[in-house]
């Protein structure tokens, strides 16, 4: 099957092996938003952790269940139940699912030698809004922003016997630390022969330290440093929700949440006076601090060696989404022959991608 501009069906992989393509083999209803694929995804998940306990072998699981992207969908068992609607009984059956792996790792007796990491990669997104979107509570805007309601996502480490449950701690991370951090438990030191961005946090998920409170976050978009974070502080060197072609289309990924001068449609350039913010005073990011108090003066002087020494130490990576090619897309993966499903693909003619957001 081919859909959305003459693309291929999105391919569904059981490991490097194809099984089916979405909307087909796995049907997801966008009229009344049921599917069992979570439950698919859920059984598929508890089978591999006993499949592995069983044979007495360690495990990495990345389960990522893809309910609350749009098109949002839950199984019959959950549909309604929610105050949310459709997106609320996703994120129910999300958390029912996680629940399922968590009794299992308990019940297989193997709790204690499991570490389990849940967090997102980005903020709910806010163009899909209101039937098909998450919200971000106070925080600014949503995915593909580099404003809080894009970047920041909630972290939950539990490994009972080694973290102590009800605990907080507000050192800031990021997804990249996992690696690091993954290593570190496993009794393995890190490739010494690149540059690794992510930091060892089990320091702070032990309660060895306090943590790395000084630590800096870089906001990227594409290979445009946005924003940096440094403590309470962020600083915007350059602001942009969405293009002015985009918004004009109806697509707005801060609706509602107009702020003037930072929800920009144009890209804004700032590195000479970044727009800076406290988000623990503002999380909402409305009221940058006043150029003119010693409180942006201060912050500023901390920062800027911050920026200039990441700046000055950056190896640059070679692109990999400026070239588009249609000829490169799944029409014909591994295991497409067995079910029939390989699909002619197009004579390759990359072009130049144009990415409006």
Known sequence: MVWCSGLPNIPVYNNSEMIGRYYEEFEIDKKTGESNLTQMYLLEGLDFIVRQTEAQRPFFLYWAADATHAPVYASKRFLGRSQRGRYGDAVMELDYSVGQILSLLQSQGIKNNTFVFFTSDNGAALISCPNEGGSNGPFLCGKETTFEGGMREPAIAWWPGHIKGGTVNYQLANVMDLFTTSLALAGIKPPDD???????????????????????????????????????????????????????????????????????????????????????????????????????????????????????????????????DRAVMNWAPEGCEKLGKCLKGPKSEPWKCDWPH
């Not at 306090?210 to 962020?234: C, D, T, W």
């Not at 697509?251 to 000479?272: A, R, S």
């Not at 005073?281 to 500023?300: A, F, W």
């Open 194 to 324: 690149r540059a690794l961005d992510g930091l060892d946090l089990t320091p702070v998920l032990l309660n060895r330290s306090h943590g790395l409170q000084s630590r800096p976050i870089f906001y990227y978009r594409g290979n445009e440093l946005m924003a940096v974070r440094l403590g309470q502080h962020k600083a915007h060197y350059w602001t942009w929700s969405n293009s002015w072609e985009e918004f004009n289309h109806g697509i707005d990924f801060c609706p509602g949440q107009e702020v003037p001068g930072v929800t920009t449609h144009d890209q804004k350039e700032h590195t000479l006076q970044p727009i800076i913010f406290h988000l623990g005073r503002d999380p909402g990011e409305k009221y940058p601090i006043s150029v003119l108090t010693k409180e942006y003066q201060d912050v500023l002087s901390r920062i800027s060696p911050v920026v200039e020494q990441h700046k000055k130490t950056l190896v640059p990576g070679v692109p990999q989404l400026n070239m588009c």
